[in-house]
């Protein structure tokens, strides 16, 4: 498991901008943590890390967004709402896993039996306001 601790949104940007480089084509990252906890921010660090420049947003309503430069396809999933395996095929979740994009999903609790064993798992805690402990350990560490 790795350990680290932002005290700010532009930390938490810059962490997850810093991990995106280390990960492969094709990562699954799913985040556990309450509202307001910072998982659309680190999302928004790993769009910037992966050279992809657009406004990042929580799907909540959408269930889906995607994001996409000439390099590299980020789909970012809330699965608040995912109440079943109908709901869950529903979402396109199964039709780009597998695929060369990365996938970030909030909420991830909720599917965590479709996961695959390679997901990172990114775990945050609220420290204070504005500081966050994120730990970060694949399926099966």
């Given at each position: 498991?790795?350990?680290?601790?932002?005290?700010?949104?532009?930390?938490?940007?810059?962490?997850?901008?810093?991990?995106?480089?280390?990960?492969?084509?094709?990562s699954v990252?799913?985040?556990?943590?309450?509202?307001?906890?910072?998982?659309?921010?680190?999302?928004?660090?790993?769009?910037?890390?992966?050279?992809?420049?657009?406004?990042?947003?929580?799907?909540?309503?959408?269930?889906?967004?995607?994001?996409?430069?000439?390099?590299?396809?980020?789909?970012?999933?809330?699965?608040?709402?995912?109440?079943?395996?109908?709901?869950?095929?529903?979402?396109?979740?199964?039709?780009?896993?597998?695929?060369?994009?990365?996938?970030?999903?909030?909420?991830?609790?909720?599917?965590?039996?479709?996961?695959?064993?390679?997901?990172?798992?990114?775990?945050?805690?609220?420290?204070?306001?504005?500081?966050?402990?994120?730990?970060?350990?694949?399926?099966?560490?």
């Amino acid at each position: 498991m790795r350990e680290y601790t932002t005290h700010s949104y532009e930390e938490t940007l810059a962490l997850a901008e810093k991990i995106a480089s280390s990960l492969p084509k094709g990562s699954v990252i799913a985040f556990i943590g309450g509202l307001g906890m910072g998982k659309t921010a680190f999302t928004k660090g790993l769009a910037v890390g992966l050279g992809i420049d657009c406004d990042v947003f929580s799907p909540t309503f959408s269930i889906c967004n995607s994001y996409v430069s000439e390099k590299n396809t980020l789909y970012h999933y809330d699965m608040y709402r995912v109440d079943g395996w109908d709901d869950l095929y529903s979402t396109g979740f199964f039709d780009v896993l597998g695929t060369d994009a990365y996938i970030a999903i909030e909420w991830s609790e909720n599917i965590y039996s479709a996961l695959p064993n390679n997901t990172v798992i990114v775990e945050i805690q609220r420290i204070d306001e504005n500081s966050r402990r994120f730990m970060m350990y694949d399926i099966g560490e």
